[in-house]
Structures are given as structure tokens and as C-alpha cells.
């Protein structure tokens, strides 16, 4: 085959893929996994079924590879932030930023998305090892810059790494969803404060 013509299908079959997690990302967000059918999906994408079957295996496939598009679009935005933060504070608030600032391709749907996984996975069998792998990727990585933290500031950890990420990411989720109905009642200052809390921090440091 030739190299021009190979080229052409892998920017087709790329670009399919892009429209049918786009179109997954609107649909699973705001009417439910369940209520969204695999042809509404593919007809709001402009494909067929046959097409998000072969890309994604189902709409199973299509809802992990949705957040792990987000996942990969947070490590980028935090690890951009971070590297602005003069302070641990400001790496702290730039965990949090990551998480509700989503001015760019979903918006704050990535939330809505984050449910609709969890309670499809709780009664799934085989998506729950998928949704249990995803959570043990973000400790493991939120472990490591820990850590990496804990030596640059001077500081202890208050336990492992590990079940500290842990902590941490279920603070973060949790404020998360009560900030996507009230904003007002989760400031960035409080979440701050939790973290700080979270990792034994006196107000001094």
C-alpha cells in the first residue's frame, strides 16, 4: 500500500474516533450513559455504528476512552500550573484548578463523566477493574509527586505516599462535585486548606 494512501486512512479513522468521543462526551454527560444508545452516538458523530463498535468495542470502551482523554488533558493542564507555583500553596491550588477549570473541549462535563463511570463500574464486573486500574494510576502518580514534594519543602509525609494520594484524591473529587452545583461553597482557599491538612502542615510553612 502506498505510504500516502495509509497515511490518508489513519487521519480518517483518527478523525471518526475524535467525532464519536466528542459527540459520547456531550451525550454521556448530560443524559446518562444508560439513556445514550451506541446509534445516537454514532449518529451525532456523523457515523455509523459499525464505526464506534470498531473503534471502542462498545459504549463501554468509548465512556474509558472519553476520561482517559481527560486524564491525560488534566496531567497536561496541572503540570503546566505547577510549573508557574513559586510555592507548595500554589501547587496545591493548581491541583484543585485542574480539576474545576475546564475552560477548554468538555468543560466541567468531565465531572458528569467521572459519575456515569463509577456507577456503571459498581454494577459491571469487568468495567470496575477498568474504573479500579484508573484510580490506581492517578494515586500512583499523585504518589510520586508527593514525594517529590516532601523533599523539595522539607516536610513529612503523614503516611505512605500512596494512602496520602488516596486521601487526597477522594478530598478532591468530593469538593469537586459539591462545587459543581455551588461553587460559592467551595473556594479554592478551603480546598487548599484541606490538602494542607491532609499532609499535617502547620500554617507556617
Known sequence: MLPGVSRTQEERRAETRGLLIDAAADLFAHK???????EAVAAAA?????ALYDHFGGKDGLLVALLERWVEQTIVDV??????????????GALWAGIVHRDTEFGDAWL?????LWLHAVREAELGVVGAERFATMRDGLAGGLAEWSAEYGFELPGP???TAALIIGLLL???F?????????PRSLVVSGLRRILSLDSAL
Open 161 to 163: 505516599a500512596i494512602d
Open 112 to 116: 458528569l463523566l467521572e459519575i456515569e
Open 46 to 50: 456523523g457515523r455509523t455504528t459499525g
Open 79 to 92: 503540570t503546566e500550573s505547577m510549573e508557574a507555583a513559586t510555592d507548595l500553596d500554589g501547587r496545591l
Open 178 to 186: 459539591q462545587y459543581r452545583l455551588d461553587p460559592s461553597a467551595v
Open 174 to 176: 468530593g469538593a469537586a
Open 32 to 38: 446518562g450513559f444508560h439513556a445514550t444508545s451506541a
